[in-house]
């Protein structure tokens, strides 16, 4: 069992729909992380979670850490919002190595 | 300000040859890890660098060799090339000064091994 699991694997959405991705991992962390992933390759940081809830602009992730999960949301979803997004955990704070789900590759049809 | 910037984007190269990946970090970073990403497959880490040691390692084998400078860019060295050494090379940096500071990613280095 990967230590960092995400679901679904992959989502097809039309534009407008509210997009939830989740994430849940076994070991203790200090800090979740959500990315994003485009075809190119470059990996784009969207949240740094530790507690709580963050928002930017269509974007909201929350993490519960005594669950051990987390979700990601976007609201209004769009067809540039399409792209593989990848939750990781890492085990100390601020510069640490980090462990990877599979990733979730949303495809948002106009 | 520059992010993270990977040299170079695409590269070629035969088996048993070997490869050098360049990674300079954010400005105001002194981390930087590297990660290998097989086609379809999530980031594995390899190692991290900090004050120009090594300070973590991934499940790599000794092939696998980086550097760090004094100006906190990055080198990773691959030697012997295996086809399944093709992947996507990529490079992150943070601050241990800043704990809890995002950490950015470069657009990383295609290496493919013929």
């Known amino acids: 069992k990967n230590e960092v699991e995400q679901s679904p694997q992959n989502l097809t959405a039309q534009e407008g729909e509210f997009i939830t991705i989740n994430c849940s991992y076994s070991?203790?962390?200090?800090?979740l992380h959500w990315l994003q992933q485009h075809p190119g390759g470059g990996i784009v940081s969207l949240f740094m979670l530790s507690s709580g809830k963050k928002k930017h602009g269509r974007l909201i992730a929350t993490i519960n850490i005594q669950e051990k999960h987390s979700s990601l949301h976007i609201t209004a979803s769009h067809p540039r919002d399409s792209a593989v997004y990848i939750c990781?955990?890492?085990?100390?704070?601020?510069?640490?190595?980090?462990?990877f789900g599979k990733g979730t590759k949303l495809t948002v049809n106009p | 300000d520059a992010g993270v910037t990977q040299s170079p984007t695409h590269l070629i190269k035969t088996r048993g040859q070997q490869v050098t990946l360049r990674c300079s970090p954010k400005s105001g970073h002194d981390t930087v890890s590297w990660y290998q990403q097989a086609l379809g497959q999530e980031p594995q880490f390899i190692f991290q660098y900090y004050e120009e040691e090594e300070r973590q390692r991934g499940n790599f084998p000794d092939r696998f060799s980086g550097h760090q400078f004094p100006n906190y860019s990055s080198e990773l060295n691959v030697n012997a090339l295996l086809l399944g050494d093709s992947a996507l090379y990529l490079c992150a940096s943070s601050s241990v000064d800043r704990a809890g500071n995002t950490i950015y990613f470069g657009e990383g280095s295609w290496l493919t091994v013929v």
């Open positions: 070991v203790g962390i200090s800090a």
């Open positions: 990781a955990v890492g085990s100390q704070g601020g510069s640490e190595k980090l462990v």
